[in-house]
Nanobody
Framework: QVQLVESGGGLVQAGDSLRLSCAAS????????MGWFRQAPGKEREFVAG????????GYAGSVKGRFTIFRDNAKNTVYLQMNSLRPEDTAVYYC???????????????????WGQGTQVTVSS
């Protein structure tokens, strides 16, 4: 199994930045594909960013492309989501997830992932 522990959420103003962290344990981290999703109250969980196993590809939802960056530090078994130029519409609970099979691509569907973190709240005031 894989355990995911998230941190970094908080309350910020529009235009500010946050960095979310997701630390993984239980498997060889470099072989894991990782993703970030978010869910606002009353809405479906949506894809934000994804990264394949170490050496693989990255991708972003159109709403965050150019503002958010996903990257991984294999030495720390951690994947990050750097969020810049935050907007009120970015307000949501953010979740990290992992696909254990660890291919060199990212996934955009929640059902493609095997394990999930507990979520961390991001609130952006206007």
């Amino acid at each position: 199994q894989v355990q995911l522990v998230e941190s970094g959420g908080g309350l910020v103003q529009a235009g500010d930045s946050l960095r979310l962290s997701c630390a993984a344990s239980g498997r060889t981290f470099s072989t894991l594909a990782m993703g970030w999703f978010r869910q606002a109250p009353g809405k479906e969980r949506e894809f934000v960013a994804g990264i394949g196993r170490s050496g693989g590809s990255t991708g972003y939802a159109g709403s965050v492309k150019g503002r958010f960056t996903i990257f991984r530090d294999n030495a720390k078994n951690t994947v990050y989501l750097q969020m810049n130029s935050l907007r009120p519409e970015d307000t949501a609970v953010y979740y990290c997830a992992t696909k254990v099979s660890g291919v060199y691509i990212y996934y955009t569907r929640p059902t493609s992932y095997d394990y999930w973190g507990q979520g961390t709240q991001v609130t952006v005031s206007s």
